[in-house]
Each structure stands twice: as C-alpha cells, then as structure tokens.
Nanobody, 123 residues
Framework: QVQLVESGGGLVQTGDSLNLSCAAS????????MAWFRQAPGKEREFVTG????????YPADSVKARFTISRDNAKNTVYLQMNSLKSDDTAVYYC????????????????WGQGTQVTVSS
C-alpha cells in the first residue's frame, strides 16, 4: 500500500533551520505532484508549498516564500522541505501529501497523506 513517511521535525529556536523529508513507497512517485501542509493546534490544515512532478515548478505560500524551499528526488522517492529563519508561527505538525492531478492549495484534493512530523519553534 502507499506510504508517506515524514521525518526531520523537532524543537528549534527562532531563526534556526530544519530540513524535513517525506519518503514515499507503494506508488510511482514521479507521477504525483507533492505538497507540504501544516496544522497548528486549533487551526485548519494550511497549504505550505507544492512541487510539480519533475521538480521544476514550485508553489510556495506567500507566508513562507522567502524562507522555505521544497524539492524532490524522484530517484529516491523523496520530497524535502528546507525551512530557514523559523518563527514561532511556524510551529505545527507538518504533513506531506500526494496528488495525481495538480498542485492544489486545499487539502481535500490530495489522496495520500503522511502521519506528520512535529515542528516546534521556541522563542
């Protein structure tokens, strides 16, 4: 079956960096666009950024555009999220998701999800 497994979360301080990974299995990875979402306590799941099948097109949300970078390695079936200059507002559970169609900005369009990895930014 399809599995998406995130890793790399943790507790960091304001201004630090983290690199999240999402390893996919059970699907032809290069046929899926990938995205990162996040969900803070008491808030809805929020689109962070997405990437096209080849990795040439990325779609970051305005709130992270200058700080977060999504990339993918189709040979390793892995998508990454490099997060720089972290702020307390970035504290959330981060999820990767896969879509067979296009990069959507809403979570309901994604068919596969990981279990999430916690990112906590302490000030």
């Amino acid at each position: 079956q399809v599995q998406l497994v995130e890793s790399g979360g943790g507790l960091v301080q304001t201004g630090d960096s983290l690199n999240l990974s999402c390893a996919a299995s059970g699907l032809i990875f290069s046929r899926y666009v990938m995205a990162w979402f996040r969900q803070a306590p008491g808030k809805e799941r929020e689109f962070v950024t997405g990437i096209g099948r080849s990795g040439g097109d990325t779609y970051p949300a305005d709130s992270v555009k200058a700080r977060f970078t999504i990339s993918r390695d189709n040979a390793k079936n892995t998508v990454y999220l490099q997060m720089n200059s972290l702020k307390s507002d970035d504290t959330a559970v981060y999820y990767c998701a896969a879509s067979a169609m296009r990069v959507w900005f809403t979570p309901d369009k994604y068919i596969y999800w990981g279990q999430g990895t916690q990112v906590t930014v302490s000030s």
